[in-house]
């Protein structure tokens, strides 16, 4: 952990990924994309460890801005509708390092675990993996510039529909 | 457990109201059994993966053909070689790693040693020890190099058999299907990396939806919403003369659709949305790269390939099956080596298209798993195929299932079905 975070940055911190899973665990795509910055640059990357490991860029999910970021909301909500089988999450995560980037921001990592009960279905393991974030304190709250998940599976389990 | 042979007696024919398959076919061990022997370690050619993916000497990869495992990998002289994945001594498994770089494999068991050519090189304790022991002095390592498959490259695509005496390549695949390999295959390739995604289904629903182009605008919101493929475009279904391979293409502009038209094929189809916008169209934002125009290509090729161009989205996906209800797909996403900044950045904001959460193809996974969860209990039932005339071969069009219909007769003549099978 870094040594020049303030308690309030910590809080914020921790409440921006409470967020973030409350928003999945709901399905609230809306939600999803609220916990990142409104700037045109966020991002959001979900990406194999294969993939990352081999310095090679193809991702799962590559929204490098905000419109895509949109975007994703909208495949989920209005295109994909009916489409897929319908499945709840539960995330947990634990943070691994937060160290400051300075002008309110923070690289902060975290090591997730999603697991998926599919609809008329039992509980089962979909991944885990590592969460790497830029994310900025704006005021009293904190959003990401940048997550970038990290997933464990080489094969994925199914198809997926919601963001890891 | 029962032999395929005479569950197929009555259900398996072509009549004129639809070709009939018994759904026992994607449910059944004893079929399993008899397309491991028969197709993919039988009379194919089965696709192993790029070149591009082995780029030096002493690389090598982990796969398998079929559910056989196999080790594809560059020797010190530069040749690639394929084999099964299966130490010489007592059977383990050789390579455990998918990817690496090596002077040799080395069996961790009892270290038998073999070189990239697959010749065994070290047997340790072979002469003994303080003269005792040590293999019979009838035991010739020149004997028991690694089991080698047959290999050919077409354009960076290699391909593997364990046939000595299925046709060349180039036959197998026939002139049309080579043609579109060289189309897109026409320079070097630079890979993006993989996408793999394991479904609850049998191999064989996906050969049918990658030669099915009556669901493409129908299941794939996104096509229809967005343009990339309707029914009213161009485009036409190409099969080599065996009816093992597939080609679908469709153009995007060649015919421009009326809205009217549109809306009268899709009249009572939930997908038609013309309301929809996107924040950020790069998705969308291609750049012509074919001379042909085609904004999609979809290359089925006999068992466990496919090749795809959808826009500037460039891949192959290989077909590993696990077990009668589970198979593997590997999407490899490529661009070319001389891809200016610009034409990488589209093909990633397009790569998003394809792959596990795809915009176009996770509902193929879905698809595939209400097959195979739904038809478990209906071996004897048969699905119907009659779209496009109930008869396999090319045509000018895509409301077909023509070429399901030419992937089950060739399965049919590979598993030997026999004389009930004929029409
Ligand atoms: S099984 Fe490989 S060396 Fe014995
Ligand atoms: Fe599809």
Redesign the pocket.
């Known amino acids: 952990m870094s040594q020049t975070i303030t308690a309030a940055h910590s809080a914020a911190i921790d409440a921006l990924h409470a967020a973030y899973l409350a928003a999945l665990d709901k399905g609230d795509m809306v939600a999803w994309a609220a916990t990142f910055s409104l700037a045109p640059e966020a991002s959001y990357f979900c990406i194999s460890t294969e993939n990352d490991r081999r310095g090679l860029p193809l991702a799962l999910m590559y929204d490098d801005c905000r419109g895509r970021i949109d975007d994703r909301v909208s495949f989920v909500t209005k295109v994909w509708v009916g489409t897929y089988q319908p499945y709840r999450t539960r995330h947990f995560i634990q943070r691994l390092s937060c160290e400051s980037a300075g002008n309110n921001r923070y690289r902060v990592t975290s090591g997730f675990t999603i697991m998926m009960s599919a609809e008329g279905g039992t509980t089962a393991v979909l991944t885990s993996g590592e969460y790497r974030d830029l994310i900025e304190i704006q005021g009293d709250h904190a959003v990401f510039c940048e997550r970038r998940a990290v997933y464990d599976a080489d094969v994925l389990p199914r198809y997926i529909v919601f963001p890891f | 457990m029962n032999a395929p042979m005479t569950p197929f007696a009555k259900p398996w024919v072509a009549n004129p109201d639809g070709y009939r398959v018994p759904y026992e076919v994607f449910t059944d061990q004893a079929y399993y059994d008899q397309e491991q022997e028969h197709i993919f370690r039988g009379e194919t050619w089965s696709f192993v993966g790029l070149d591009a993916e082995l780029p030096n000497k002493g690389d090598f990869k982990s796969t398998a053909i079929g559910d056989t495992p196999v080790i594809v990998t560059r020797d010190q002289t530069g040749q690639l070689h394929v084999f099964k994945n299966l ?1 010489m ?4 498994l050789l390579v455990r790693e998918s990817r690496g770089n090596v002077k040799s494999f080395d ?1 961790v ?4 040693s073999f070189d990239l050519t697959g010749a065994l090189r070290g047997v340790p304790m072979r002469r003994g020890v303080r003269g005792e022991g040590g293999m019979s002095p009838a035991f010739d390592m020149a004997n028991f190099g690694l089991d080698a498959l047959r290999v050919e490259v077409m354009n960076g695509l290699i391909f593997a058999s364990f046939s000595k005496s299925v046709e060349p390549l180039a036959d197998y695949l026939g002139e049309g299907i080579v043609a579109n390999i060289q189309r897109i295959f026409n320079r070097p390739i630079r890979i993006m990396g993989d996408y793999r995604q394991y479904i609850h289904g049998n191999w064989k629903l996906y050969a049918e939806n990658t030669r099915d182009p009556y669901h493409g605008s129908l299941l794939h919101l996104f096509h229809s919403t967005f343009g990339l493929y309707r029914a009213t475009q161009k485009g036409f279904t190409y099969m080599d003369p065996s009816n093992r391979h597939c080609l679908l293409k469709a153009t995007a502009s060649a015919a421009p659709t009326s809205a009217s038209e549109d809306q009268e094929v899709y009249k009572d189809v939930r997908s038609y949305n013309t309301e929809f916008h996107l924040q950020d169209a790069s998705v969308l934002a291609g750049r012509p790269e074919f001379e042909d125009r085609a904004s999609l290509v979809i290359n089925a090729i006999f068992p466990n390939l496919l090749i795809q161009q959808i826009a500037n989205c460039l891949a192959v996906r290989q077909s590993i099956t696990h077990a009668p209800n589970a198979f593997e797909i590997v999407w490899t996403l490529f661009g070319y080596a001389d891809d200016d900044e610009e034409m990488q950045m589209i093909r990633m904001k397009q790569s998003n298209l394809v792959g596990p959460a795809g915009l176009i193809s996770m509902e193929d996974g879905e698809a595939i798993e209400i097959v195979q969860d739904a038809v478990i209990r209906d071996g004897k039932k048969t699905s119907v195929l009659a779209m496009g005339g109930v008869h396999a071969g090319s045509v000018d069009h895509m409301i077909t299932e023509g070429p399901i219909i030419g992937f089950w007769e060739n399965y049919a003549r590979y598993l030997k079905l026999g004389d009930e099978l004929k029409k």
């Open positions: 130490c001594h007592r059977g383990a069996c068991y009892h270290q038998w």
